[in-house]
């Protein structure tokens, strides 16, 4: 994300340390919510009073919220308006209560952020889009949208050294395929505008990979094996059963088949581009170049399973209702998680049970 100004001096002005500032934006731009392990991690430190004085400033300045999940595990959520609009993302919606698999999801993605710190992450959407349609001159008509949002899940993209792309999705444990299943049919169009792509599915179990793995040979198959290219749309040997059909109606040494003329029919009205006369003119003497010439350009579409190694707590949200308000009133009865003062601070200054 790139900014007119950097949020970390201004987060201090606040009163956090640097580091402190910095995990706070980390959090706020890919998550909302975060563990304690997971601030311990980004400052390389084990167990230690530097995660009870990071809560401890956080609460107190009224920036997070605690939520108990039961076996002394705690999530926090960073709720402040302040920090978030420090950070360039006053509208983000990171800052409402979710779901319970949205806030594993969120917490999913943080550690895999972690886990790439220092590499080029494409971690906003504006990021997503000027790459895809500035750097790689495509359409916006084939980028990913939901319910009119593009990159609606806001999961995170590496760039490679090499400069391939690896697309994220993070299973937070979903019972159902369908998630998946539709993650792939959104972002198919873009999928098959690249020339090649790798994703990456996220997981903190291998139960469901190889599900996964025959829903995405079934929607997008390794076209690299078919020898699929804007040349041979059909892929590699559709065009060699033309380029022979066509040899033998030119040579008239033989009758045609019924398959002949429908490779006929089809072929003259494909393949068409000078590189296809070449192609031609050459007959099927070096079919096996041919073959392989169209197989190594090919797209390459790989789906790589991922175990996250890190433990998840399970959520178990209690919630107060408030006092209905009068006829007139202009407060809103709202539903709380609750905290009782005793409770934050066995949050607070405990090592807690989030370590995993």
Same mark, same amino acid.
């Given at each position: 994300?790139?900014?007119?100004?950097?949020?970390?001096?201004?987060?201090?002005?606040?009163?956090?340390?640097?580091?402190?500032?910095?995990?706070?934006?980390?959090?706020?731009?890919?998550?909302?919510?975060?563990?304690?392990?997971?601030?311990?991690?980004?400052?390389e430190?084990?167990?230690?009073?530097?995660?009870?004085?990071?809560?401890?400033?956080?609460?107190?300045?009224?920036?997070?919220?605690?939520? $108990?999940?039961?076996?002394?595990?705690?999530?926090?959520?960073?709720?402040?308006?302040?920090?978030?609009? $420090?950070?360039?993302?006053?509208?983000?919606?990171?800052?409402?209560?979710?779901?319970?698999?949205?806030?594993?999801?969120?917490?999913?993605?943080?550690?895999?952020?972690l886990?790439?710190?220092?590499?080029?992450?494409?971690?906003?959407?504006e990021?997503?889009?000027?790459?895809f349609?500035?750097?790689?001159?495509?359409?916006?008509?084939?980028?990913?949208?939901?319910?009119?949002?593009?990159?609606?899940?806001?999961?995170?993209?590496?760039?490679?050294?090499?400069?391939?792309?690896?697309?994220?999705?993070?299973?937070?444990?979903?019972?159902?395929?369908?998630?998946?299943?539709?993650?792939?049919?959104?972002?198919?169009?873009?999928?098959?505008?690249?020339?090649?792509?790798?994703?990456?599915?996220?997981?903190?179990s291998?139960?469901?990979?190889?599900?996964?793995?025959?829903?995405?040979?079934?929607?997008?198959?390794?076209?690299?094996?078919?020898?699929?290219?804007?040349?041979?749309?059909?892929?590699?040997?559709?065009?060699?059963?033309?380029?022979?059909?066509?040899?033998?109606?030119?040579?008239?040494?033989?009758?045609?088949?019924?398959?002949?003329?429908?490779?006929?029919?089809?072929?003259?009205?494909?393949?068409?581009?000078?590189?296809?006369?070449?192609?031609?003119?050459?007959?099927?003497?070096?079919?096996?170049?041919?073959?392989?010439?169209?197989?190594?350009?090919?797209?390459?579409?790989?789906?790589?399973?991922?175990?996250?190694?890190?433990?998840?707590?399970?959520?178990?949200?209690?919630?107060?209702?408030?006092?209905?308000?009068?006829?007139?009133?202009m407060?809103?009865?709202?539903r709380?998680?609750?905290?009782?003062?005793?409770?934050?601070?066995?949050?607070?200054?405990?090592?807690?049970?989030?370590?995993?």
């Amino acid at each position: 994300m790139t900014l007119a100004y950097d949020p970390i001096p201004i987060l201090q002005v606040a009163g956090y340390t640097e580091r402190e500032a910095a995990f706070l934006y980390l959090a706020a731009l890919h998550s909302g919510y975060f563990l304690r392990r997971q601030y311990l991690r980004f400052i390389e430190r084990g167990r230690g009073a530097l995660a009870a004085q990071f809560l401890r400033r956080a609460s107190a300045l009224g920036h997070i919220q605690s939520i $108990a999940c039961g076996q002394a595990r705690f999530v926090y959520h960073l709720t402040s308006t302040e920090v978030y609009s $420090a950070a360039g993302l006053g509208a983000s919606h990171h800052r409402r209560l979710k779901s319970d698999a949205t806030i594993k999801s969120r917490l999913m993605v943080l550690d895999f952020v972690l886990d790439h710190l220092g590499e080029t992450l494409l971690d906003t959407r504006e990021s997503k889009v000027h790459h895809f349609t500035s750097a790689l001159g495509l359409t916006e008509s084939v980028l990913p949208l939901s319910r009119g949002v593009v990159f609606a899940e806001e999961f995170p993209l590496l760039i490679n050294k090499d400069g391939g792309i690896s697309f994220s999705y993070v299973d937070e444990g979903a019972l159902s395929a369908s998630g998946f299943e539709h993650f792939l049919d959104r972002h198919a169009p873009l999928f098959r505008s690249l020339h090649g792509f790798e994703l990456l599915y996220l997981a903190d179990s291998n139960r469901d990979f190889d599900r996964a793995t025959r829903i995405f040979s079934t929607k997008l198959p390794d076209e690299q094996e078919r020898g699929m290219t804007p040349l041979t749309p059909r892929g590699v040997d559709h065009l060699l059963d033309y380029l022979r059909a066509r040899e033998f109606a030119d040579s008239r040494k033989s009758a045609l088949t019924l398959r002949d003329l429908a490779l006929l029919r089809e072929g003259d009205a494909l393949y068409t581009r000078p590189e296809h006369h070449a192609l031609l003119a050459s007959g099927t003497a070096n079919a096996q170049r041919v073959r392989q010439q169209f197989e190594q350009s090919a797209q390459r579409r790989k789906l790589i399973p991922v175990v996250l190694p890190y433990s998840y707590p399970l959520h178990r949200f209690k919630f107060e209702s408030q006092p209905k308000p009068e006829l007139g009133s202009m407060v809103r009865s709202i539903r709380r998680p609750i905290l009782g003062e005793q409770t934050m601070q066995e949050q607070l200054f405990s090592e807690g049970g989030d370590e995993g």
